[in-house]
């Protein structure tokens, strides 16, 4: 049984940078997408980011463009979320999960049966 374990998180000022870590086991991360997704207080989850398995495609949210970068070490069997550039408006909790389909820009969470805990990212103005 696949389990994902996210760490990393944390308080970072406005234009600060975290990384967050997802890492997995019980899955083989090439079989798998694997998504970041968040949840702030009030507001609906929305995919972040995802990392194809299968041919390390990547795909962001429009939000993140350009200050994130999603990676994956296989050694590790860890996939990396860099945060950059960090706004207010990225505070929330962080999840990672895993999918046996194809990263999509839609990140249909319904499509991600494995999911960590998440991990708390907060950015002060």
């Known amino acids: 049984q696949g389990l994902l374990v996210e760490s990393g998180g944390g308080l970072v000022q406005y234009g600060g940078s975290l990384r967050l870590a997802c890492a997995a086991s019980?899955?083989?991360?090439?079989?798998?997408?694997i998504a970041w997704f968040r949840q702030a207080p009030g507001k609906e989850r929305e995919g972040v980011s995802c990392f194809s398995g299968s041919d390390s495609s990547t795909v962001y949210a429009d939000s993140v463009k350009g200050r994130f970068t999603i990676s994956r070490d296989n050694a590790k069997n860890t996939v990396y979320l860099q945060m950059n550039s960090l706004k207010p408006e990225d505070t929330a909790v962080y999840y990672c999960?895993?999918?046996?389909?194809?990263?999509?820009?839609?990140?249909?969470?319904?499509?991600?049966?494995?999911w960590g805990q998440g991990t708390q990212v907060t950015v002060s103005s």
């Open positions: 019980g899955l083989t991360l090439d079989y798998f997408a």
């Open positions: 999960a895993a999918s046996q389909y194809a990263c999509s820009p839609y990140f249909r969470s319904y499509e991600y049966p494995y």
